[in-house]
């Protein structure tokens, strides 16, 4: 934060999509991190929890999920965010950052697009680079943040077309890649092995054999942050950005 009160501390926010039909989610999460100061990590409570399941419409007769009762349905999820307290860190990053990252078990077994050779962790991860030598105490710029929730479910046979839609406080120039899943209890861990046919830069189905000759191969545009992709295929997917 650059002004007001608690000017020059920093507040770390994290945000996890449950699977309704998987384990409750944690009360509150750990950030591990190699910032000087914080061995012990950066304690974040819950603050807030939504339903994302889809809203049926009247007079249907099929029971829509509802995180409370998903009914086996993969797209009952539940958004759950969490917000450390405001906190001093002192130093200059190393060129490589400060890492600040989460880890836990279990990922999901259905996930279409991952292999099974995995360990079954999951890490949520965020870094720190310097910049100009500065002192990060106090804070002198913002994160950029993702304004809009995560593609949840879509049609197949549909192009689909979607943005995380990061946004940054200072206006600083931002630029999207895909990035790797990780997997193992230390960051950075492992990469997370995908199924055949998968990549980290191809992670949703493609035209190529065995998969639909009609679908077209997510693309990620860099400057924009939109994704855009067609699928006959249907499963869980995994996508990193």
């Known amino acids: 934060k650059k002004s007001g009160t608690n ?10 999509y449950r699977d309704c039909n998987g384990i409750p989610a944690p009360g509150a999460v750990n950030l591990l991190t190699n910032a000087p100061g914080w061995g012990g990590g950066i304690n974040c409570n819950q603050i807030s929890t939504l339903d994302l399941s889809p809203v049926g419409t009247a007079g249907q007769t099929i029971p829509y999920p509802t995180c409370t009762n998903p009914g086996g349905q993969l797209n009952a999820v ?8 405001w906190i001093t860190i002192t130093g200059v990053p190393p060129a490589t950052g400060w890492y600040f990252y989460y880890n836990d078990c279990c990922r999901n077994t259905g996930v279409t697009n991952l292999g099974a050779s995995g360990g079954g962790n999951f890490t949520l991860r965020a870094v720190m680079f310097p910049y100009n030598a500065t002192n990060t105490n106090p804070c002198y710029d913002s994160s950029p943040r993702f304004a809009e929730r995560p593609q949840l479910a879509t049609m ?3 192009i ?11 206006g600083d120039s931002l630029y999207y890649e895909w990035g790797r899943p990780l997997d193992g209890t230390t960051y950075p ?3 997370y ?12 189905p493609s035209p190529t054999p065995p998969q639909n000759a009609n679908n077209q191969a997510a693309v990620l545009d860099p400057n924009s942050g939109i ?13 990193v950005t």
């Open 78 to 85: 539940l958004e759950c965010i969490y917000e450390s307290t």
């Open 227 to 239: 994704v855009s992709f067609l699928s006959f295929n249907t499963g869980s997917f995994v996508t």
């Open 7 to 16: 000017a020059g501390r920093f507040k770390f926010t994290v945000k996890l």
């Open 156 to 158: 197949i046979g549909n």
């Open 193 to 204: 092995p995908y199924a055949a046919g998968y990549s980290f830069t191809n992670p949703l």
């Open 160 to 170: 689909t077309t979607y943005s995380s839609n990061a946004v940054d406080e200072e």
């Open 189 to 191: 861990g492992t990469n």
